[in-house]
């Protein structure tokens, strides 16, 4: 089990061994979900690498947030 030390600014940091295992790489977006007194982090799938798959697209911004919000439901509400 590894420990970590949240920062002034209330960062963390993860450790490498841990970001390797999960994939996650410099900018990688990940899910947060608090369980009882557990915080509990998952890399979250890109799925920017999709982009252009399917017609017109919303503004940049807004795909952004729903594809955001698209990850957290699918990671905290699994199938």
Not at 7 to 17: D, L, R
Not at 24 to 50: C, E, N, W, Y
Request: proline share 9%.
């Amino acid at each position: 089990m590894d420990m970590a030390t949240v920062s002034s600014k209330g960062q963390i940091t993860i450790p490498a061994h841990v970001r390797r295992a999960l994939g996650i790489k410099p900018h990688s977006s990940v899910v947060l979900q608090v369980t009882g007194d557990s915080l509990i982090v998952r890399a979250a799938p890109d799925f920017f690498a999709l982009k252009g798959f399917l017609k017109k697209s919303p503004p940049p911004d807004e795909e952004r947030r729903l594809m955001a919000e698209g990850v957290a439901r699918h990671v905290l509400e699994p199938e």
